[in-house]
């Protein structure tokens, strides 16, 4: 994958704003040429790709503004690089980062800054191509920055942890999000990526099917004779992942006495099989999920502390779908898609799509799955998917759906800004900015779908921009 990467020139933009030397962009852009990095100066009437660097020689409001809208929110991969002798406060750094920098390096700092940004930019480019291509793309939808960044990183722990750090291709990666989120199409990616795992195969373990009497037979296996119904001798889950991967789905639901043995296993890289004294090797990386607060049962004593710190090497949190919004539609064209054998889906009445953007979903994707096949059976064409088409369950639920501008949460906030001394007008303003932030966030790189959330028109939500572009 180097190989097939370093063959191809890599497409970059480049920006500087109050950098003292003016030789330094030019002697970037000569360097890159030589590492096979393309590079253009950015320009906001421009679309210039996904990877960019900006040299930096200040951090204000226009700064910021600037990156929230050349990387488009964070959807963008943008390397910051602060060129100035003066120290970079902590807390302008994290400002930078929420803007939507990927990463902020000192130059002052650095012993070769020129090779440290271009070794940033090749992984990016390698990783982008990652999260881009079809098996990720095709599996777990989703455009939003939150989406985006988890996405992100579950791609450079399985595809480049292994070359980087060969002593963490076993770590263990902890998935956890409520039921629905995604999390075994998250561990079968993981195995998928992982160089080192996928020749080999991935375990699925529901640990809510465990039967504790049996002492773990599912997990360890057992000899002839180990207990009752035991007529001939089976391997378990540990040694059928042998070089490959082991998902523990809902690892929460593991007994004690289960924890325990599973963590000697991790420790020591064996396992006993029931009924038998022989210790047996194993090797291969443990993918665990749940939706359990595990460092909430570890505090009630249902999970072990040294475990839970064993699996947490890496851990990931699936946002639910109310997190992320603003792929609702985009995930309802895909399982219509899906259901459709691959065939374009029909265009969704703008009546359909609000109702699935404000709808609440408890069962998170799955659930929106479902509804989205109940809609498409119903679905008479040509012409869009409409509100008729809603199963009559969810017709009742569309009568209903009209947005309470006066829930608790509203009204406890209004109640505390009143006391503050807020008058009308700032309270206005305090939810004119939520709402427009709010949305533009979800949607993420669409300007359009945030205004025709928001019902208003593109130039308004450009003209509120330009107003806020200072705010924080």
Same mark, same amino acid.
């Given at each position: ?12 933009? +480049? ?73 970079? &406060? &902590? ?48 599996? +777990? ?53 992982? &160089? ?65 043995? /599973? ?92 109702? /699935? ?116």
């Amino acid at each position: 994958m180097e190989r097939t990467m370093d063959a191809r020139k890599i497409e970059t933009w +480049l920006y500087a704003l109050w950098v003292d030397s003016g030789d330094l962009s030019k002697d970037l852009i000569e360097y890159f040429a030589d590492e096979n990095i393309s590079t253009c100066i950015w320009h906001p009437a421009n679309t210039l790709g996904s990877l960019g660097v900006l040299l930096l020689g200040d951090v204000n409001a226009e700064v910021r503004h600037f990156i929230q809208e050349a990387s488009q929110n964070g959807l963008r991969r943008l390397l910051v690089v602060y060129t100035a002798q003066a120290a970079l &406060p &902590p807390d302008e750094a994290h400002d930078l980062l929420q803007a939507g920098a990927a990463d902020v390096l000192i130059w002052k700092d650095l012993p070769d800054p020129p090779a440290a940004i271009s070794a940033r930019l090749k992984r990016w480019a390698r990783l982008e191509e990652v999260v881009e291509s079809p098996l990720v793309k095709n599996n +777990l939808v989703g455009e939003s920055r939150a989406w985006k960044a988890l996405l992100r990183q579950i791609v450079e722990i399985a595809s480049f942890t292994p070359e980087q750090s060969p002593a963490q291709a076993r770590a263990p990666v902890l998935l956890i999000g409520e039921t629905g989120t995604g999390k075994e199409l998250v561990a079968r990616l993981i195995h998928s990526l992982d &160089p080192l795992r996928s020749q080999h195969e991935l375990m699925v373990v529901d640990c809510t099917t465990i039967v504790p009497d049996l002492s773990g037979s599912e997990l360890f296996g057992h000899e002839r004779g180990a207990f009752t119904g035991a007529v001939n001798a089976r391997d378990g889950a540990l040694a059928m992942a042998n070089h490959g991967t082991l998902f523990l789905d809902e690892v929460g639901e593991l007994t004690l006495n289960l924890q325990v043995q /599973l963590l000697r296993s991790l420790q020591e890289q064996t396992y006993k099989r029931v009924g038998s004294d022989q210790w047996r090797k194993t090797d291969f990386r443990l993918v665990a999920a749940t939706n359990r607060d595990l460092s909430l049962e570890e505090a009630q004593g249902r999970f072990r502390r040294d475990l839970y710190y064993r699996l947490s090497t890496w851990t990931f949190r699936l946002p639910p779908l109310r997190e992320r919004t603003g792929d609702i539609l985009h995930l309802t064209r895909h399982f219509m898609r899906q259901d459709n054998d691959g065939r374009e889906p029909p265009e969704i009445d703008g009546l359909v799509q609000k109702y /699935l953007v404000q709808r609440a979903y408890p069962g998170n994707v799955r659930e929106l799955k479902n509804l989205t096949a109940r809609m498409l059976t119903r679905y008479v064409g040509p012409g869009p998917l409409t509100i008729g088409d809603l199963p009559l369950e969810e017709r009742v639920q569309y009568l209903k759906q009209v947005p309470s501008h006066t829930d608790c949460n509203l009204e406890t906030g209004v109640r505390q800004a009143l006391e503050q001394g807020a008058d009308l007008s700032t309270l206005i303003e305090r939810v004119k900015y939520a709402a427009y932030s709010i949305a533009l966030e979800e949607a993420g790189s669409s300007k359009q779908r945030a205004a025709a959330r928001l019902g208003v028109s593109d130039r308004t939500l450009q003209m509120w921009e330009k107003e806020n572009s200072g705010s924080k």
